[in-house]
């Protein structure tokens, strides 16, 4: 069986003498210490959340039961490799051998864990990322569409909204070694306990060597998207690939239906709700009324595969070619991706499942009686390039040229991109410590585009003062700066006073398409967004932004304090939809530097949050010369309970921009017996 250890933080370091051993101690060591978190991702999942939360979350049950999430992870189970199937289901034997009903949230319920099936891993991967897609962003675009006709275009939604991230590498000839770096984190929603989990998994079968220290999803096995075993290293962003498609449903027209049944979803109270849960050649239908309907179609689903069969090689890869092989049963979220060994190899690639369709589908509700609308392949080949010795490659979820045209309709602002590759320019003496660095800058990429506009405008005196401060900021968005609050409480200002505007008032109930959906269709959020190109466009839908900037500048003049005072980390709990007697965990109140278009990436709203509510979920750097000079965070840390002395421990660090170091001497480490 696995041996395990720890190291200062409480980080799990799993030790086997063979693969399913090893995915056996991981799962038995995720729920020792996740186990709260493992039965409510259980639960998301199975569309069974209602039964101990309550009605506030009935409308995500109905959503998961109506796009049949059990079902697709079944599937993709069925159809995994022998390999892989053994892994996965150790690792839920694993699992099921640490559940624990010692979880303040589970005796505040009052409920045990459910036992885990071999297929809930890929299941609650599955729940983590159908809606990290372009689902919601198309359903916007629909609504918006209806209402500003093709002007809706400026208000396109950043995809760093929902999801984002920072990955860059530099060859050997950057860097003060000679052997590659790299370094970045993934932008997410903040959640208690974290998104991605620290491990190492080292397997030391002779015939099955390897070493690997990564992050992951609780509930998954193996690492996914960061790690470094020593020989090669791998990092992801989100590609912000358009691979999800929504059809508009006559569900009485011939054909249109392939399954229909009842499911009942129990809620918390006793009360039964039932769900009609329909299929059609196109895919589930995730919204229904009557005869009507909206079915959604993803490569997941079409395919019955999650990527499962990624996992283990990527495990066993010494190299940036068996990397990149591994990466090619990826399925979705689709990637990009950055890889580098120690024979001084650089590699960018796309990794993923991307359809070939009618350009129409690829932005907004197309009709599924269209025959044109119909998939008809997948996108190959996909992005793939070696970097020079002494070359670099930067991936910020930006627009990347021509070769993104085909792979999705909207991408980030190039704003992180842009700094990455500046921070980068000129250095041929890197080292570990200039990419943490790096991780840590804050430059408001907006703020460039502002100062025009800011120097244009002529406030009353209250806003002139105000305006005066802004232009002679250096634009960084610490926590400490009162200009960098100053601008926030402007952009916020702006941004309500466009959100007021008539011509937007058909957009301003979010609730067209259920609660579910209301975060992805809120108006503010969209224009807080799109600020820069509606105020370098002047007069978007007949709006006079110059004007009601100028007004802006009045309405903030009243701020005070710093940054720091009001972007506070605000990290989500499953109690947050809970009933109200439901309080969740707390953490201390944490002021952090940044904003959602700096490097170090702390996101925040215009006009609806100042908190961290996103942002980086972890960060790390990769050294290939040596590991030991590689380091990682989290926001919190390894335990998901609150009485841990590990629950966050590395929050100080992680709001810090400070990364912690990575020990792999099992002499220093301390074995859990």
Request: proline share 6%; aromatic share 8%.
């Amino acid at each position: 069986m696995a041996r395990l250890y720890r190291d200062a933080y409480g980080v799990p370091h799993v030790r086997a003498t063979s693969v399913t051993d090893l995915a056996h101690g991981q799962g038995l060591v995720t729920a020792r210490d996740r186990a709260w978190q493992l039965e409510f991702q259980r639960r998301r999942a199975s569309g069974t959340t209602a039964e101990v939360l309550g009605r506030p979350a009935l409308a995500w049950d109905v959503l998961a039961r109506r796009t049949r999430m059990v079902d697709t992870a079944r599937r993709a189970f069925d159809s995994l490799s022998p390999d892989s199937a053994a892994f996965v289901t150790a690792f839920v034997d694993g699992v099921n051998a640490g559940l624990h009903g010692d979880a303040p949230e589970l005796r505040e319920l009052g409920i045990e864990p459910s036992p885990w099936e071999p297929w809930t891993p890929l299941a609650v991967f599955h729940a983590q990322h159908v809606l990290f897609a372009s689902l919601p962003t198309k359903l916007w675009h629909h609504r918006a569409r209806s209402v500003l006709g093709s002007d809706e275009r400026l208000l396109t939604r950043d995809p760093g909204y929902s999801s984002g991230s920072n990955a860059w590498a530099v060859g050997g000839g950057r860097t003060s070694s000679g052997l590659p770096l790299i370094g970045g984190d993934p932008h997410r929603v903040v959640e208690s306990p974290g998104v991605y989990m620290q491990v190492r998994l080292a397997c030391e079968d002779p015939a099955d060597l390897f070493d690997v220290v990564g992050f992951t999803f609780p509930g998954v096995p193996g690492v996914q998207h960061f790690a470094h075993n020593g020989e090669v290293a791998w990092a992801i962003t989100n590609a912000a690939a358009n691979y999800q498609d929504v059809f508009e449903e006559d569900l009485s027209s011939d054909g249109a239906v392939v399954e229909r049944h009842q499911e009942t979803v129990t809620v918390r109270g006793g009360e039964q709700v039932q769900v009609e849960v329909v299929s059609t050649p196109r895919g589930p239908v995730f919204e229904l009324e009557g005869d009507r309907g909206l079915s959604m179609r993803g490569a997941s689903t079409v395919l019955a595969d999650l990527g499962f069969d990624a996992l283990l090689p990527l495990l066993r890869a010494r190299s940036v070619e068996q990397v990149d092989r591994a990466l090619d049963h990826w399925v979705e979220p689709v990637n990009n991706v950055v890889i580098a060994d120690r024979a001084g190899v650089v590699r960018y690639r796309v990794a993923g499942r991307v359809p070939v369709r009618a350009e129409a589908n690829r932005h907004g509700i197309v009709s599924a009686q269209d025959e044109s609308t119909a998939w008809t392949g997948w996108l190959e080949p996909l992005p793939r390039h070696d970097v020079a010795p002494d070359g670099e490659v930067v991936s910020a979820n930006e627009r990347r040229g021509r070769e993104s045209d085909a792979i999705g309709t909207e991408f980030a602002a190039p704003h992180r991109a842009e700094r990455l590759t500046e921070l980068l320019s000129g250095r041929d003496d890197l080292g570990a410590s200039d990419f943490e660095d790096f991780l840590a800058d804050t430059l408001s990429g907006s703020i460039q585009l502002m100062l025009p506009v800011l120097r244009e405008l002529a406030p009353r005196a209250a806003g002139e003062r105000l305006r005066q401060e802004i232009l002679a900021w250096d634009g960084y968005m610490n926590a400490g700066s009162t200009t960098a609050a100053a601008f926030a409480a402007w952009r916020s200002a702006l941004t309500r006073r466009i959100v007021q505007e008539p011509v937007l008032a058909p957009l301003v109930d979010a609730h067209a398409h259920g609660p579910v959906f209301a975060p992805y269709l809120d108006l503010a959020a969209s224009v807080g967004l799109a600020l820069e190109t509606l105020v370098a466009h002047g007069t978007p839908f007949g709006i006079d932004v110059r004007r009601l900037a100028t007004l802006a500048l009045e309405d903030a003049a009243g701020h005070s304090g710093r940054w720091g005072d009001v972007h506070v980390l605000g990290p989500t709990h499953g109690f947050d939809i809970g009933d109200r007697d439901l309080v969740p965990p707390d953490l201390p109140v944490t002021p952090v530097s940044g904003d959602i278009d700096s490097v170090r990436c702390t996101g925040w709203l215009p006009a609806l949050t100042d908190e961290c509510y996103r942002g980086s979920v972890a960060r790390y750097v990769w050294d290939l010369a040596d590991r030991s000079k590689s380091g990682w965070v989290v926001p919190l840390g390894a335990s998901g309970d609150p009485s841990s002395p590990h629950h966050h421990d590395q929050l100080e660090a992680w709001a810090d921009a400070r990364l912690l170091p990575i020990v792999t001497d099992w002499d220093v480490l301390t074995e859990e017996l």
